[in-house]
């Protein structure tokens, strides 16, 4: 599955594909990722700052509360949703 739930929020896996056309959340990848395309190339930060934008837009919370726990430098990624406890939602959001 490709996300967890924690006492601190839910904690997703993320195939993050950068220099994308557009921006948004594809759906699953493989088993243990979602795929989210960002338009930034990953430099200087930039392409993380827009994963955590788009994240916080598609489930309708605060940019402080989306968190990258592992990753930092790679296209897989593990990111906190802090404070979101309905996995109904995350389904519904990731494979629309």
Known sequence: MYFTETPEGIVIGVKAQPRSSRAGIDGPFGDDAV????RCAPVDGKANKELVEVLA??????KSSVVIKSG?????????LKGLFDAALVKKVCES
């Open 72 to 80: 930092d430098t790679s296209k897989t990624k593990r990111i906190l």
């Open 57 to 62: 837009d598609a489930f309708d919370l605060p």
């Open 35 to 38: 795929k989210v395309r960002i």
